[in-house]
């Protein structure tokens, strides 16, 4: 089994026996991370069911290869949520949500373990997030010959804080805070939101992923408007695929019904998906919800993007 060729340090290779093998790389070569203080006294800290992390910063990119790689296939990058207080990556780096998708086509799947806006560890604490999205997407691009990836098919995908960050990273290209990014390398075919926090106004916003990303400057009216996504869809958003629960009440549907109205708006190729039942954050647990959502994402994406065919 061939191990990844990547352009940047890593720490691990694991191997699986079920036809992937995975990749631990850091974010930023040599341990210079933007944003960060200088004298970090902070440990990282994963949580008991080795699922969330808290206290990042040293973000790193979980990557899983497809061993039997279709010619210039398609990639997906997934961004955790945990509302902006920590990152629910999932056991084993997301190896089960990896998985998943490894099967549906994805040549590659890059779980991303970002820094959060946490003012002990960082400056500048809301561009932190988007800063690593960045930096990841950019990976992706860089890597993608290596890969046997097509790097006009990468797919983004995001839940709950951070689908709010996906949809950050489709709209928010004006600035580009990640070092040694080009814009180009910000393009991406796909964005994938599951209950996304889109919007930082009232009535609808989820409180506490707007305290935990703005901090002090939570009334500034300015941020507000700019990190409340459904103000900052344009014509140039790629397609977007949305699901959410009717009796999510922890980000509720509203946000995404926003964003789809701006999404018809600019007439950006979307569709949304609304379920009966799940809540908040069920992913892929189909029992939650009581059926399996990807299976309309995977038609979606076949049909309406051509990102990868059977």
């Given at each position: 089994m061939k191990q990844l060729k990547v352009i940047f340090l890593f720490f691990s290779i694991c191997c699986f026996s079920q036809n992937y093998s995975k990749e631990v790389i850091p974010l930023y070569k040599d341990g210079n991370v933007p944003f960060n203080k200088e004298n970090i006294v902070l440990e990282e800290i994963l949580g008991e069911?080795?699922?969330?992390?808290?206290?990042?910063?040293?973000p790193e990119l979980y990557i899983f290869k497809n061993d039997s790689l279709k010619k210039n296939g398609a990639s997906l990058l997934i961004i955790p949520g945990g509302g902006y207080a920590r990152v629910v990556v999932g056991k084993n780096h997301g190896e089960?949500?990896?998985?998943?998708?490894?099967?549906?086509?994805?040549?590659?799947?890059?779980?991303?373990?970002?820094?959060?806006?946490?003012?002990?560890?960082?400056?500048?604490?809301?561009?932190?997030?988007?800063?690593?999205?960045?930096?990841?997407l950019s990976i992706m691009h860089q890597n993608s010959t290596n890969w046997s990836v097509n790097e006009n098919k990468i797919a983004v995908i995001g839940s709950s804080a951070g689908g709010h960050l996906a949809a950050s990273l489709a709209n928010l290209t004006d600035v580009i805070l990640a070092p040694d990014v080009k814009p180009e390398e910000l393009n991406h075919a796909v964005s994938i939101l599951i209950y996304p926090v889109i919007t930082f106004d009232s009535p609808f916003v989820h409180k506490g992923s707007v305290k935990n990303l703005l901090g002090s400057k939570q009334e500034n009216k300015s941020l507000l408007n700019y990190y409340s996504q459904e103000h900052q869809v344009s014509k140039n958003t790629p397609p977007t695929f949305i699901v959410h629960a009717k009796d999510d009440t922890g980000v509720v549907p509203q946000n995404s019904e926003l964003y789809s109205a701006s999404l018809k708006k600019y007439g950006v190729n979307h569709k949304y998906v609304e379920l009966q039942k799940g809540g908040h954050g069920f992913g892929l647990n189909f029992k939650k919800t009581g059926v399996d959502w990807t299976i309309a994402l995977e038609e979606w994406l076949q049909k309406e993007t051509a990102l990868f065919t059977k």
């Open positions: 069911e080795g699922m969330r992390y808290s206290q990042i910063s040293k089960g949500n990896a998985k998943h998708f490894l099967k549906m086509g994805f040549n590659v799947v890059a779980i991303l373990k970002y820094r959060l806006p946490d003012a002990r560890i960082v400056n500048s604490q809301e561009k932190v997030p988007l800063c690593d999205a960045q930096k990841a």
